[in-house]
């Protein structure tokens, strides 16, 4: 069978070039050809096919690929040199996937954005372009104009950057170096001391009723959510404090439009002299409190002017006492616990963001702390006022906390005092009277009261008593249902403001505000100071 093979090939072979003009290349093969024997012939044409097939294309997905390292140059973006280039249209969300009202509170897809860096102005990673400010904003006040030659803080301050912030002037992590912004990752502080995921969704539903109840101007309205008075500058500052509180910033994060617009409505409503146009002085604290954090977390040049100034303002009015009250600066006696805290707040908001505040006006406001203070750490609502209240209390509490000096005795007889005013309530009570039989009745004083015990350090007996006080039933009053209100307006993900107190006065926003506060407690500020 083979040797029949063999002479059918060399017939072929012969044909083939008897056709052809044989040369003597041709004749040597040939003849090489013939004196081989039929293995050789087959393992030629072996080879041969073998290396066709080798050679044929293939399809890359049957192939291994082996892929190098890339180098990608990312391209800077502009530095931003002007306030209205904050002014860029507001970024919708996938509507339709956040618009299903069907799914729990804990599904609604407030994702953060991607983690990304972009260099800012100095070579840093700031999250964003820099900010700043042309001739819109008169030049800050020269030092002979202020209470007392301006002090720059000490350099251990903690600062209110995140730990995600660096430059030149190297920063530390400050007490919001915990928060989790648009990573969705927390910080130092872990989202610890009782912190639940089902807490968290109802921030991050109730963050998203505060983006659809902004105003196009940028501005929160009071009265339009069922409150008593236009206090919007108040309600503009403390939504932007819940946003910032998430670790949102007009830079970092999904809400940065709002929070930017936000900004630049207070920015638009400033006078001069650092006043934001408030109708009661709870207005400048809060607005100040928001817009310094702001610049802490972002380092903007453009917030910075603007909270400087109102912090200026501020420590500019501050009477020799420190006392406050709904019109500003007052007499001794009728300095005001609730109105005066909310400016130590901002007096230490701005120190912590490293902004310049007079000595002075520290001193001023331990004044006033010294003139409240009542029997057992207890605070009181005017200077003139013989009894403390729980909610003056926890007020007095954390201004001590935040101001730091030699209040160890006062800060621990006021915790005592606040538990066990709230054990003896507990037992008076009885019967199940609702949202009134809980800590939660008066978001005023929860939110100060939180803020004050969770400092005592989140693994204090102090604090474990108190979330379970003040969490899960929080958690309950939320508006979770996903029909609209009787003006067909969407409210889900919102606070009630005619379950609790003051509700009549703030409104929907100021009651969604307050209890948002309450539930950021677990990362906002970090326990830095404690007892």
């Known amino acids: 069978m083979m040797d029949e093979r063999f002479e059918q090939c060399e017939a072929a072979l012969d044909e083939a070039i008897a056709e052809a003009q044989p040369s003597e290349l041709h004749e040597s093969l040939t003849n090489l050809v013939r004196r081989a024997p039929w293995w050789m012939i087959s393992f030629l044409v072996h080879v041969i096919a073998l290396l066709v097939l080798c050679a044929w294309p293939m399809p890359l997905s049957a192939k291994e690929q082996i892929i190098g390292s890339v180098v990608v140059e990312l391209v800077k973006e502009p530095q931003v040199?002007?306030?209205?280039?904050?002014?860029?249209?507001?970024?919708?969300?996938?509507?339709?996937?956040?618009?299903?009202?069907?799914?729990?509170?804990?599904?609604?897809?407030?994702?953060?954005?991607?983690?990304?860096?972009?260099?800012?102005?100095?070579?840093?990673?700031?999250?964003?372009?820099?900010?700043?400010?042309?001739?819109?904003?008169?030049?800050?006040?020269?030092?002979?104009?202020?209470?007392?030659?301006?002090?720059?803080?000490?350099?251990?301050?903690?600062?209110?950057?995140?730990?995600?912030?660096?430059?030149p002037r190297k920063r530390t992590p400050g007490i919001y170096s915990g928060r989790p912004g648009r990573s969705g990752r927390f910080g130092p502080g872990k989202g610890g001391g009782g912190w639940t995921e089902k807490a968290q969704s109802c921030v991050d539903a109730g963050l998203y009723w505060l983006k659809r109840a902004q105003k196009p101007d940028g501005h929160w309205s009071c009265r339009e959510w069922d409150g008593a008075g236009d206090f919007d500058t108040g309600m503009t500052g403390l939504a932007l404090l819940c946003f910032l509180g998430a670790g949102y910033t007009h830079v970092k994060g999904p809400y940065q439009d709002t929070v930017r617009r936000g900004l630049e409505w207070l920015k638009n409503n400033q006078k001069d002299n650092g006043s934001f146009g408030w109708k009661t002085f709870y207005e400048q604290g809060i607005a100040t409190m928001a817009v310094s954090e702001a610049y802490g977390m972002t380092q903007s040049p453009a917030v910075g002017r603007m909270a400087q100034n109102a912090v200026d303002y501020i420590c500019l009015v501050q009477p020799e006492h420190g006392g406050f009250r709904y019109a500003g600066a007052v007499d001794k006696e009728g300095g005001d616990m609730s109105v005066t805290g909310w400016q130590i707040m901002a007096i230490k908001s701005a120190i912590c963001s490293e902004l310049r505040v007079p000595q002075q006006a520290v001193e001023r406001s331990r004044v006033f702390l010294k003139n409240t203070l009542r029997d057992y750490g207890g605070s009181a609502y005017t200077v003139g006022t013989p009894a403390a209240t729980p909610a003056m209390t926890a007020i007095g509490m954390l201004c001590r906390q935040f101001l730091g000096g030699d209040y160890d005795a006062d800060i621990l007889a006021a915790a005592n005092t606040l538990i066990a005013h709230e054990r003896q309530r507990q037992g008076a009570r009885g019967g199940d009277n609702g949202v009134k039989d809980t800590l939660v009745n008066d978001l005023y004083y929860t939110y100060y009261s939180v803020l004050a015990m969770f400092q005592m350090g989140p693994q204090s007996e102090f604090w474990r008593e108190w979330n379970k006080m003040f969490r899960d039933p929080l958690v309950k009053l939320q508006f979770k249902e996903d029909r609209p209100d009787t003006r067909g307006r969407f409210i889900r993900g919102s606070w009630d403001p005619t379950m609790t107190m003051w509700g009549s006065q703030g409104g929907r926003v100021f009651s969604t505000t307050m209890a948002i506060l309450c539930l950021e407690v677990y990362y906002r500020y970090l326990p830095v100071y404690r007892t």
């Open 81 to 167: 040199e002007k306030w209205e280039d904050l002014k860029k249209p507001e970024r919708e969300f996938e509507e339709e996937r956040v618009e299903d009202t069907s799914l729990p509170i804990k599904d609604i897809p407030i994702a953060p954005e991607l983690p990304s860096e972009r260099e800012g102005s100095d070579g840093g990673t700031d999250g964003g372009p820099r900010l700043d400010l042309d001739d819109d904003l008169p030049p800050n006040p020269v030092d002979d104009l202020r209470p007392v030659t301006s002090l720059d803080p000490p350099s251990d301050t903690p600062t209110f950057a995140l730990d995600t912030l660096t430059s």
